[in-house]
């Protein structure tokens, strides 16, 4: 039912890392795009589609992780909450590095929300038929009976 995940191919991946890119390297002026999200927060959603491929191409390389099937919701989860700990808690507090907003973590969790839907959408488009199907076939319908 999956496809195999290409890992730092990933087209997610490549399109992630092109945009952090360019929104840390600043080569738009700032808020160019009108508004605060894109410079405040958008590299903070990006995080999990770019640097999750890179953890999980090693741990494939180092035969930490045997298969080629897209990250499981486990596998979002665990970074997610390491990296929400650190740079929202131990950087700011015992390094006096950056600044703990709340709404770093959001970003955190929305990226990493959308990066599992994607990676995951063969299973979706499934199950998505298959409610669809349900819905469809409990529509009550008129049916004209013979001889009446």
């Known amino acids: 039912m999956n496809a195999n995940f290409k890992y730092i191919l990933d087209p997610l991946f490549i399109f992630s890392s092109t945009?952090?890119?360019?929104?840390?390297?600043?080569?738009?002026?700032?808020?160019?795009?009108?508004?605060?999200?894109?410079?405040?927060?958008?590299?903070?959603?990006?995080?999990?589609?770019v640097m999750?491929?890179?953890?999980?191409?090693?741990?494939?390389?180092?035969?930490?992780r045997e298969k080629y099937s897209p990250p499981m919701l486990m596998e979002i989860v665990m970074p997610l909450a390491i990296w929400s700990?650190?740079?929202?808690?131990?950087?700011?507090?015992f390094f006096e590095k950056g600044t703990s907003d709340p709404?770093?973590?959001?970003?955190y969790c929305i990226g990493g929300i959308i990066s599992w839907?994607?990676?995951?959408?063969?299973?979706?488009?499934?199950?998505?038929?298959?409610?669809?199907?349900?819905?469809?076939n409990s529509i009550p319908y008129n049916r004209v009976r013979d001889g009446v």
């Open 103 to 107: 709404f770093d973590v959001l970003a």
């Open 19 to 49: 945009l952090y890119t360019v929104n840390k390297l600043s080569l738009f002026p700032p808020y160019w795009w009108g508004h605060k999200f894109i410079n405040a927060y958008l590299n903070d959603v990006l995080l999990i589609p």
């Open 52 to 64: 999750l491929p890179i953890i999980l191409f090693f741990s494939r390389l180092l035969k930490f």
């Open 117 to 136: 839907v994607i990676w995951n959408r063969s299973i979706f488009l499934y199950h998505w038929q298959n409610i669809v199907c349900l819905i469809l």
């Open 85 to 93: 700990i650190a740079f929202e808690f131990i950087g700011p507090y």
